[in-house]
C-alpha cells in the first residue's frame, strides 16, 4: 500500500469540478483525505480564480496505473487534452507524492510544484503535515512556513461538497 497526495485545481465551473474529481477518485480508491479548499489567482496567465486543494489516499496501483487513472478522470471531467500549459482548465489532477518515490521521467516525483505553488503547499501541509520531503527531509508545515507567501494570494474558502445547487 503507498501513500500518495494528488493536487487538485480547477477555474471552470470549479465548485463543479471539484466535486466530480471527488466523486471519481473515491470511486478509484476508496477512502480520501480532504484539504480544506482554497480560492487563488491564476499563477502564470490572466484568468477566472481557481479553487485549489489537495487529496491524500492509499493504493495498491502503481505509479503509472495511478497518472493513467487522474488522466482519464481530467478527460472524463472536460478537460482538452493538448490544451496550452498556462490556460483556464476544468480539472487539473496531479501526482505530487507516492510514498517517499523519487523519480523523474517520464512522471516526476516528487512534483516541483510542491515547492514553488502555494496554492499547492498550502493544502499539502494542512494534510500531511508532519511528512518531510522525500527530497530535502523538511516537513510540510516548516516548507509551508518558510514560503514566501505575499508573493501568491490565495484564502480558504467554505466549501459544500455535497449540494450541486451552492456555487461554493
Ligand atoms: N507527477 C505527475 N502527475 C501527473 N502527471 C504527470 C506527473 N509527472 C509527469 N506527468 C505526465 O505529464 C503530463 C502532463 O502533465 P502536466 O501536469 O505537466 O501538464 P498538464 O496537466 O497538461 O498542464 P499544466 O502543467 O498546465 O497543469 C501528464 O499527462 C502525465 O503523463
Ligand atoms: N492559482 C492557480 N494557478 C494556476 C494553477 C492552479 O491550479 N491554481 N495551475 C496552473 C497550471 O498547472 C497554472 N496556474
Redesign the pocket.
Known amino acids: 500500500m503507498a501513500r500518495i497526495y494528488i493536487s487538485v485545481?480547477s477555474n471552470i465551473d470549479p465548485a463543479h469540478y471539484l466535486r466530480q474529481a471527488n466523486v471519481a477518485l473515491t470511486r478509484a480508491l476508496g477512502e480520501l483525505t480532504l484539504s480544506p479548499v482554497y480560492q487563488?489567482?491564476?499563477?502564470?496567465?490572466e484568468g477566472e480564480h481557481?479553487l485549489?486543494m489537495v487529496i491524500g489516499a492509499d493504493t495498491d496501483l502503481a505509479i503509472e496505473e495511478l497518472v493513467s487513472l487522474l488522466k482519464q478522470i481530467e478527460l472524463d471531467n472536460g478537460r482538452k487534452p493538448g490544451a496550452k500549459?498556462?490556460s483556464a482548465r476544468t480539472l487539473?489532477l496531479d501526482l505530487l507524492l507516492y510514498d517517499d518515490v523519487v523519480c523523474s521521467s517520464p512522471i516526476e516525483l516528487p512534483r516541483a510544484e510542491i515547492l514553488h505553488n502555494a496554492?499547492v503547499l498550502w493544502p499539502l501541509a494542512d494534510v500531511a503535515p508532519t511528512r518531510c520531503h522525500p527530497l530535502n527531509g523538511t516537513r510540510f508545515n516548516a516548507l509551508w512556513s518558510q514560503f514566501d507567501k505575499p508573493s501568491q494570494r490565495?484564502w480558504p474558502v467554505d466549501f459544500v461538497w455535497d449540494s450541486e445547487s451552492q456555487t461554493q
Request: charged share 20%; aromatic share 28%.
Open positions: 485545481g487563488s489567482e491564476a499563477v502564470g496567465f481557481f485549489n500549459k498556462f487539473d496554492f490565495l
